[in-house]
């Protein structure tokens, strides 16, 4: 089984509009931390936001949130006023085990396309 | 300038070829990490080194070989490699392998390695 799903293999978004990403994840570990990244075609992979999750409130960073809903495990991510320059892959991905994940390897999706239209 | 550094960042060798990637972290980490992208499929972890000693070995085949010399660089030694080795290679670093949970790894623009 996929721990780490993201239903979306491609995204269009109007370029100031908000757009939101969906991640679900599977883990029986009751402590594990949830990234996003970003990986635009030049290849780097680019950390964007964190989620605990005993963490009490929503990440957010800049544009950034994340919808973390627990109950559901779902972790998708928002971004609010769409640039050009966020057209990239989007990869959720899960650590386990320890405080927040601390102890696992990170285990990514298979990522989502998104391309920002001007 | 990004923290990770990654050498070189395209490279199209022959299945007898011997080449060697490397990678280099400018952060003072001491967990550093080597990733596999192939098309279509997630991010597949190859070998974990945490203060210069490998930790996990990702059921790599062995003409994959890793060298840590120091916290700071990492190299992968690619010999009689195959044709579905073609992929982006891609090194990561943190502060450490096993850590407080929120820090995120740092990835370098990666090597991408077209076997013919």
């Known amino acids: 089984a996929q721990k780490i799903t993201q239903t979306q293999p491609g995204m269009f978004v109007q370029e100031k509009e908000a757009v939101t990403l969906d991640c679900t994840y599977d883990?029986?570990?009751?402590?594990?931390?949830l990234f996003w990244y970003k990986q635009p075609s030049s290849g780097e992979m680019i950390f964007l936001i964190y989620?605990?999750?005993?963490?009490?409130q929503n990440a957010t960073e800049g544009r950034y949130s994340l919808n973390f809903q627990k109950a559901r495990k779902s972790a998708n991510l928002v971004i609010s006023a769409s640039q050009l320059g966020d057209s990239a892959m989007y990869f959720c991905?899960?650590?386990?085990?320890?405080?927040?994940?601390?102890?696992?390897?990170?285990?990514f999706g298979k990522g989502t396309k998104l391309s920002v239209k001007p | 300038e990004t923290g990770v550094t990654q050498t070189p960042r395209h490279l199209v060798m022959g299945m007898t070829n011997k080449k060697s990637l490397k990678c280099e972290q400018h952060?003072?980490?001491?967990?550093m990490y080597w990733y596999k992208q192939s098309a279509k499929k997630p991010l597949e972890l190859m070998f974990v080194?945490?203060?210069?000693?490998?930790?996990e070995n990702n059921s790599v085949p062995s003409r994959f070989s890793p060298e840590c010399p120091n916290s700071s660089h990492l190299f992968l030694h690619l010999h009689t490699l195959q044709p579905e080795d073609s992929a982006l290679y891609l090194c990561?670093?943190?502060?450490?392998?096993?850590?407080?949970?929120?820090?995120?790894?740092?990835f370098g623009d990666g090597t991408r390695l077209s076997i013919l």
């Open positions: 883990t029986s570990d009751p402590s594990y931390g």
């Open positions: 990561a670093s943190s502060p450490e392998a096993r850590d407080r949970g929120n820090q995120p790894q740092h």
């Open positions: 989620q605990g999750s005993y963490d009490q």
């Open positions: 080194y945490n203060f210069k000693e490998q930790t």
């Open positions: 991905a899960m650590r386990e085990g320890g405080y927040g994940g601390s102890q696992g390897n990170l285990i």
């Open positions: 952060l003072g980490h001491n967990a």
